[in-house]
């Protein structure tokens, strides 16, 4: 099915939507579910891995027909109308598809997850750029650091100002 482009939302929130939930294991039924996907490896350094883009083409292909995250009934197609938001689930914080209107879903794709959400493993994230990181922590770091005061010599601490 062809969406004309102003009926799209920016894909990048569903392609996140899908780097999150494959980090869990969760997998992408394609082809009305016939084939399941769950790519092996999603992150590398400073982006997502190959075999993660590459399923992100053939889902943006055509070519997959109807495919769904395992645990929900919304295709991918579906959500990138503009009539759904990725947002985050009140009970997990992982990314969820609610509509902007109507009833949410009944669950979150983490319902059939033992033990999740589990605060004492790492969370699933986003690409990050290692460089950019460093230079945003380096800022805060600036940011923070107390006013320079090796401009203040002795003999101003010793006169109070008047």
């Not at 482009?5 to 009305?32: M, N, V």
């Not at 959400?117 to 699933?124: A, K």
Request: hydrophobic content about 30%; proline content about 11%; glycine content about 6%.
């Amino acid at each position: 099915m062809q969406l004309d482009e102003a009926q799209l939302t920016t894909p990048d929130p569903i392609k996140t939507y899908l780097a999150h939930w494959f980090q869990l294991g969760k997998k992408l039924y394609i082809k009305s579910g016939q084939v399941q996907l769950c790519p092996s490896l999603i992150l590398v350094p400073g982006g997502y891995s190959q075999e993660f883009e590459a399923c992100w083409a053939y889902v943006n292909s055509g070519q997959a027909g109807d495919c769904y995250l395992e645990g929900t009934q919304e295709t991918i197609a579906q959500l990138q109308q503009q009539q759904w938001d990725i947002t985050p689930c009140a009970r997990c914080s992982m990314p969820i598809a609610l509509p902007q209107n109507g009833l949410p879903p009944a669950s979150c794709p983490c319902a059939g997850l033992e033990n999740w959400p589990n605060l004492e493993l790492p969370s699933p994230h986003s690409p990050t750029n290692n460089q950019t990181e460093l230079r945003n922590l380096q800022l805060r770091l600036e940011d923070a650091a107390p006013p320079d005061h090796s401009r203040i010599t002795p003999q101003k601490l010793a006169s109070p100002e008047k």
